[in-house]
Every structure is written in structure tokens, then in C-alpha cells.
């Protein structure tokens, strides 16, 4: 307000002097033309997200989702909240105003005769309970609870008394796909307290490493905050926009386990992230039908710059899941490698930016069953007993991931 202030003042003066020279009505004076306007700041600049980056993954529980199907509706309907919904193809949630029908309420969802109907969950459940009757005791009906690979888990024939059905997929089990009801004669299939849960229903914390490349590349690896175990990976792309930051990509399991919907492989979205270039870098990370809230802190060894010379060199400790294996790097950057199970890998280390320490890796791996294919990925240099003596890296396929810290 000051500044107008005294512009106003210099308009002021500047009037009367060109009026008090030219005299009243000649043609020497005019109006003063004002200065412009100053220029627009400039934008501001994108906070890189580029770097190495620790901290703690923090996945959101997921919640069960139940019904006792107190409401009127005729099929297909839903229940829950994306992304944990139960989708119900055909009967109807409704009453008939007899007691001995229902287990919670007056309502319940009827499959009538003659007719069949099937459950679908957007995000597999790892439970399922629920009560079930016919309406008579002479009506003929099943029903069937499928896997993932549409693999018969359970087979239900209903009677005229209820029962309860609870279904509990362990550790390492596949999840629960869909659940088929047929009533093929008589009356109707009826089912009450219908409930399907997660994995967990409380927040769950690991920690996460993940290297961005200047290529906005992705690498990053998720491990057990209690034992160190290897628990998932992630590959993909980011993208920055002033201190915004999203993208897209996979995770994947550690070989042998499952993400939390059961599946080896998911998509990944990232959205609602925040760079602060060079000190934090948070994202908010959607994938197998979880929340994962990401925080984590910059690691000034992304700054050590990177040179083939530097992880030239036989690496004599190297553990591929359980698997005692060698790894060696040529000047040139090329890996060869072996397992004492007999795998061979053969692959290439490649400068992506001479200024910062983050290498593309691409390696061949083959003679070792589920695990062959070729994979690629990130890689870093870090210190175990020496500066750079171990190199770490992440390579995928579309269905696997190894990571390993091979050191020198």
C-alpha cells in the first residue's frame, strides 16, 4: 500500500507542474501515463523427486464388511465401500415377516427357486462367514465358495435349520473369488449375516527403500520392520508438478507369499504425493486393495555420483532367497552370476546419470524354475564394511522380482 501511495504522490506533482507551466487550456499538458504493472512472479520450480529415499510404508487395515441385508432390494445390489464391496448378482434382500428366517433384524436375502445367484468382491477376501437355511426341508439347493483360480474352496448343501458357514484362507492360501447359489427346486436359499474380511484390520508398518532415477524411474523394496525381511517390490514412473508428485506401476510379492488380496502381482497407483527436493518425499501408494501412506527422508549417498569402475568387481556374499549365489561385474559393467542351486544370470550395468549414484540393471536369469525371465530394474551403490562395497538392486518381469545386496 505504500508503494501506491507514493506513485499516487509523483502523479500528483508531475500533473500540477505540467499544468502550472502550460496554463489553463493550452495544449501542453496531458495526463501522465501510469507505470506497468510489475511482472508476474515466475513459477515455481519442480521439486525434483529424484534420489535415495528410507522410511516407513504405513498400510491402512482394511475393514470387514457385513450386511444382515436390512433393506429392500432386488438383485444385483452391492455392500461395503470401494474398495471392499460384495457385489450380489440376483435374489432379494427383503422379508416375509417370519422370525424363524432371520438371524439379526427381519430382513435377509432370498434366492428364490428355480434361480441362481453369485457373490463377486472387488478386493479378495481372505474370510467369509455367513448363516444359511432353505425355507423347506425338502427344497434342493447348493452352493459353492470359489478361489482366485475358480477352484472349488467349499461346498454348502442347505438344510431347513441354519448353520453357519466360515470360511479362513491361511497364510500363503489363494483368496476368495466369488461364492455361487443355487436353488434349484422347491423354495427359497436364505442367507443372513453376511460378512467378508481382510487380511488386517489395523494399521501395519514396514520399512521402504526406493531409488529415483533422473528418468523418473522407480525401484522400491518393502521389508519386514521386525525381522529385515524382503516383503514386496515396486517398479514404475513418476511424474512432478511444483511439489506434486503421482504415478503408476506394479508391485510384487516376495517369491513364495501373496500381497494382502491374495495376488502375486498388482497394479500400483501414486497419488497425493509431496516432494521437498533433497530432504522428504511422501506418497500415498493404492494398490492390491490397500492404502499405503509412505514417508521418507533423503539419503545423501544418491549424491556420490555413479561410474562403471566403481562396481567392477567379484561380489563373494550374495543370498538369493535362500540360494548361496555369486555375482561379478567386468569393467564394462557386464554381470555374470551363479547359484549353488544351479541358477545362471548374465546381465549389464549401465550409467544412467554420471553426477548421481542410481544404474539401470538388466540381467538374463536362467536355470532357476519360476524365477527366469528377463528382468530389469535400479541399482545403487551403498557401504557395508568400505565406501561402495555393496551394490544394492531391484530387476522385475512382469510376474517377478529379485532384489539383492551383493557385497564385495
Not at 477376501?125 to 483360480?149: G, H, K
Not at 551403498?382 to 518381469?397: I, L, M
Request: proline letters at 4%; a negative charge.
Amino acid at each position: 500500500m505504500k508503494t501506491s501511495t507514493r506513485l499516487l504522490s509523483i502523479a500528483l506533482v508531475a500533473f500540477a507542474t505540467v499544468t502550472g507551466c502550460g496554463g489553463s487550456g493550452g495544449d501542453g499538458g496531458g495526463a501522465v501515463t501510469p507505470p506497468p504493472p510489475p511482472a508476474a512472479p515466475p513459477p515455481a520450480a519442480d521439486q525434483s523427486p529424484s534420489g535415495v529415499w528410507d522410511g516407513q510404508a504405513v498400510t491402512q487395515g482394511s475393514p470387514d464388511v457385513s450386511t444382515s441385508f436390512e433393506f429392500s432390494d432386488t438383485g444385483p445390489f452391492s455392500v461395503g465401500t470401494s474398495p471392499f464391496t460384495a457385489s450380489f448378482s440376483n435374489g432379494n434382500a427383503e422379508t416375509r415377516g417370519v422370525l424363524a428366517f432371520y438371524i439379526t433384524g427381519l430382513n435377509a436375502w432370498h434366492i428364490l427357486t428355480g434361480t441362481a445367484a453369485t457373490v463377486t468382491f472387488e478386493t479378495l477376501p481372505r474370510t467369509l462367514s455367513f448363516w444359511v437355511r432353505t425355507v423347506n426341508a425338502a427344497d434342493v439347493s447348493d452352493i459353492q465358495i470359489l478361489d482366485q483360480n475358480s477352484t472349488l474352496i467349499m461346498a454348502v448343501v442347505p438344510t431347513n435349520a441354519y448353520q453357519q458357514i466360515v470360511v479362513n484362507r491361511a497364510a500363503g492360501e489363494t483368496s476368495i473369488e466369488s461364492m455361487v447359489v443355487t436353488s434349484t427346486s422347491g423354495g427359497d436359499v436364505v442367507i443372513d449375516d453376511f460378512t467378508i474380511g481382510f487380511p488386517s484390520t489395523t494399521d501395519t508398518t514396514d520399512d521402504i527403500s526406493c531409488l529415483v532415477a533422473e528418468t523418473m524411474e522407480l525401484v522400491c523394496t518393502v521389508s519386514d520392520v521386525a525381522t529385515g525381511a524382503f516383503v514386496a517390490g515396486i517398479q514404475g514412473t513418476v511424474q512432478v508438478n511444483g511439489s506434486a508428485v503421482t504415478g503408476t506401476g506394479t508391485i510384487h510379492a516376495a517369491p513364495g507369499t501373496t500381497l494382502v488380496d491374495g495376488s502375486t502381482v498388482a497394479d500400483v497407483t501414486i497419488s497425493a504425493g509431496t516432494a521437498d527436493e533433497g530432504n522428504t518425499l511422501d506418497l500415498t501408494v493404492d494398490a492390491a486393495g490397500v492404502t499405503v501412506a509412505v514417508s521418507t527422508t533423503y539419503d545423501a549417498a544418491y549424491d556420490r555420483g555413479s561410474d562403471l569402475a566403481t562396481v567392477a568387481g567379484v561380489y563373494m556374499s550374495f543370498d538369493l532367497f535362500g540360494d548361496l549365489t555369486s555375482f561379478s561385474v567386468d569393467a564394462d559393467g557386464v554381470i555374470t552370476s551363479g547359484s549353488a542351486a544351479g541358477c545362471v544370470s548374465n546381465g549389464q550395468i549401465s550409467i544412467i546419470d554420471a553426477d548421481f549414484n542410481a544404474y539401470d540393471v538388466t540381467l538374463d536369469v536362467a536355470m532357476c524354475g519360476a524365477l527366469d525371465g528377463m528382468y530389469d530394474g535400479l541399482g545403487l551403490t551403498q557401504d557395508e564394511n568400505a565406501t561402495d562395497d555393496v551394490f544394492t538392486f531391484g530387476v522385475f518381469t512382469n510376474q517377478s522380482v529379485i532384489v539383492g545386496d551383493p557385497t564385495r
